[in-house]
């Protein structure tokens, strides 16, 4: 199983950025998908979620500006990013709860992809 994640690049303060991140491999179902973020000197944190279902939940600090969405016939998840700020300055990580046909369930991670805003 691989997550592939693109969509990363450099902003300015206030813009916007879509980062998409596609499982592949020998998957059986996808659980919930979501996305992190390490900055510089910082822990991964979780920015978003989303369950198989479609149920969300956000970090407070990107509440109201960031949409995490999920295309299931595609393996895909997205994370829209709007309004952006420095602070969301980071190496975003996909990853995703995969049960393989093996039926074993595993947390996989995508290779990270780099925002940054300037300001």
């Known amino acids: 199983v691989q997550l592939q994640a693109s969509g990363g690049g450099l902003v300015q303060a206030g813009g916007s950025l879509r980062l998409s991140c596609a499982a592949s491999?020998?998957?059986?179902?996808?659980?919930?998908m979501g996305w992190h973020r390490q900055a510089p000197g910082k822990q991964r944190e979780l920015v978003a979620g989303?369950?198989?279902?479609?149920?969300?939940n956000y970090a407070d600090s990107v509440k109201g500006r960031f949409t995490v969405s999920r295309d299931n016939a595609k393996n895909t998840v997205y994370l829209q990013m709007n309004s952006l700020k420095p602070e969301d300055t980071a190496v975003y990580y996909c990853?995703?709860?995969?049960?393989?046909?093996?039926?074993?369930?595993?947390?996989?991670w995508g290779q990270g992809t780099q925002v940054t805003v300037s300001s």
């Open positions: 990853n995703a709860l995969i049960e393989t046909y093996n039926r074993w369930s595993n947390y996989y």
């Open positions: 491999g020998s998957i059986l179902s996808i659980n919930n």
């Open positions: 989303i369950t198989s279902g479609g149920s969300t």
